[in-house]
């Protein structure tokens, strides 16, 4: 690597961990203001890094390593019968490809689904800024998946599109239509993106085993994970 090709790594002080009270996290941050940024994403997504923001960060905890980075082999993957089912079910559902951003709309729909799944958390009070830092950034290559019945957007999943595969960084929906599963859809459909780009992965984000609220990643096979040793098939349970 050429010098001028070097970017910094920052650790975070510690925090409160997102996935277990009694413990805290630390992460490896890129320069948030290296230059480059969008050319490090995908390289840093094959490491098993994560966006969040304009921040492309790794756990980097010293007493854990539950965070597992996890993606979909997308030439290989095929909906099991409760994923058809979802199918089936959203079918009614119209799907845009949609300009990353803030809108009233949005927002509002943000807020009912923060308000719903993380109440009293601190997320729960998303203000207009807070929707665009958490959610975008300016060297992304963020797409906005919409989904909707008729006029009412019921789901919004953003959708990082590199040259290496897609990331799915974040999805919120109507607490309301939770019989639809359209987190499982939003999954499917970036599944379908992915093949008609071209694409090979599907990133996930971090796998946690055993943590209730990240084992329905599992469900979508084949998947991967990435050790010490690289990237390796989960095994089968």
């Known amino acids: 690597m050429r010098r001028s090709d070097q970017v910094r790594l920052f650790q975070t002080l510690p925090h409160a961990c997102g996935y277990y009270a009694d413990r805290t996290a630390q992460n490896l941050v890129l320069d948030p203001a290296?230059?480059?940024?969008?050319?490090?994403?995908?390289?840093?997504?094959?490491?098993?890094?994560?966006r969040a923001g304009g921040h492309l960060?790794?756990?980097?905890?010293?007493?854990?390593?539950?965070?597992?980075?996890?993606?979909?082999?997308?030439?290989?993957?095929?909906p099991d019968r409760a994923q058809r089912r979802c199918l089936k079910r959203n079918a009614d559902l119209d799907l845009s490809e949609?300009?990353?951003?803030?809108?009233?709309?949005?927002?509002?729909?943000?807020?009912?689904?923060?308000?719903?799944?993380?109440?009293?958390?601190?997320?729960?009070?998303?203000?207009?800024?807070?929707?665009?830092?958490?959610?975008?950034?300016?060297?992304?290559?963020?797409?906005?998946?919409?989904?909707?019945?008729?006029?009412?957007?019921?789901?919004?999943?953003?959708?990082?599109?590199?040259?290496?595969?897609?990331?799915?960084?974040?999805?919120?929906?109507?607490?309301?239509e939770a019989v639809r599963g359209l987190g499982t859809y939003a999954i499917l459909q970036q599944v379908a993106l992915a093949r008609r780009r071209g694409l090979p992965w599907l990133y996930l984000g971090f796998w946690i085993d055993g943590h209730p609220k990240m084992d329905y990643k599992r469900r979508f096979r084949?998947?991967?994970?990435?050790?010490?040793?690289?990237?390796?098939?989960?095994?089968?349970?």
């Open 98 to 176: 949609s300009i990353p951003g803030y809108n009233r709309e949005r927002h509002a729909l943000y807020e009912r689904y923060l308000q719903s799944r993380h109440a009293g958390g601190g997320m729960d009070d998303a203000e207009a800024s807070d929707f665009r830092r958490f959610l975008t950034a300016p060297w992304s290559p963020t797409l906005f998946l919409e989904l909707r019945q008729g006029e009412r957007l019921l789901a919004v999943a953003v959708t990082d599109v590199c040259l290496n595969g897609i990331s799915a960084v974040y999805t919120f929906y109507d607490p309301d």
């Open 34 to 50: 290296a230059p480059n940024l969008d050319k490090l994403y995908g390289p840093a997504l094959e490491r098993g890094f994560r």
């Open 57 to 78: 960060y790794f756990p980097n905890c010293p007493q854990c390593r539950a965070c597992t980075p996890c993606r979909i082999d997308v030439a290989n993957f095929q």
């Open 222 to 237: 084949p998947l991967q994970i990435r050790t010490a040793e690289g990237w390796q098939a989960m095994p089968q349970p």
